[in-house]
């Protein structure tokens, strides 16, 4: 099995395990952090442990190569299938000067601008799981680009989004490239993933030396109640 196959579960096992809340058959991230979650196995004691780390009313999202077993006690939402494409060539670190390293002072910025353009899943506190860059126009952030998901020598390239009144402009392209640019000089590969439907998105990536690694299975689920049936 390949590292990225179960992204989830290897972030939160290897360089994330400082964030996992669970136990040895199940975890997941702290809720302001993200909604993403894994199981080791889909064996019934591991999707009753997982259920058990979720509140009523809360959503799932899970990220692997193989199927998905919805964890009892949850109800689907979205099922889908993604691209998970990772960085084939060399990346400059780009010159422009409207590309600054976001901070904690934009946190606020960063969570609303996910919240309009909907990159992805993504929580109050996302932008803690790596390095975020961005446009700003008169102090406001139109565009953005960052980190997510962790594993020995990956990163995840996430959060890619531009503000709808912005878009057409080069932004995700200039971002995304200068992120992996960032990755790449600090020694380590970057990956993305990408819903198989979004065919613009895929060109784009390929179009900057990004390759389809796998196909992988993605579920958001709400969870319905408070008892594990």
């Not at 993403?36 to 009313?57: E, I, K, N, P, R």
């Not at 975020?132 to 989004?161: H, P, T, Y």
């Not at 390929?206 to 390759?211: A, Q, V």
Request: charged share 20%.
């Amino acid at each position: 099995m390949h590292v990225l196959d179960e992204p989830v579960w290897t972030a939160l096992t290897t360089l994330h395990k400082h964030l996992a809340i669970g136990g040895d058959a199940a975890l997941r991230y702290p809720p302001d952090i993200s909604p993403l979650a894994a199981v080791l196995t889909d064996d019934t004691a591991s999707l009753s442990q997982l259920s058990s780390l979720f509140s009523s009313g809360e959503t799932i999202v899970m990220v692997r190569k193989a199927p998905i077993a919805v964890p009892p006690g949850f109800a689907p939402v979205t099922m889908a299938r993604l691209v998970q494409m990772v960085a084939t060539r060399s990346f400059d670190l780009s010159t422009d000067p409207r590309v600054e390293r976001l901070t904690s002072v934009d946190e606020d910025q960063i969570y609303d601008l996910a919240t309009l353009a909907r990159p992805g899943p993504f929580a109050r506190h996302t932008m803690r799981l790596g390095e975020f860059w961005g446009i700003k126009q008169d102090g406001r952030l139109v565009a953005m680009a960052g980190e997510r998901l962790r594993q020995e020598n990956w990163i995840e390239l996430s959060g890619v989004c531009v503000e709808p009144g912005q878009r057409g402009q080069g932004y995700a392209r200039l971002l995304s490239s200068h992120v992996t640019a960032c990755i790449a000089d600090r020694g380590e590969k970057s990956y993305l993933h990408c819903l198989e439907s979004n065919g613009p998105a895929i060109a784009l990536y390929k179009s900057l030396g990004y390759e389809i690694r796998a196909t992988m299975n993605v579920i958001f689920a709400a969870r319905t109640d408070d008892e594990i049936s």
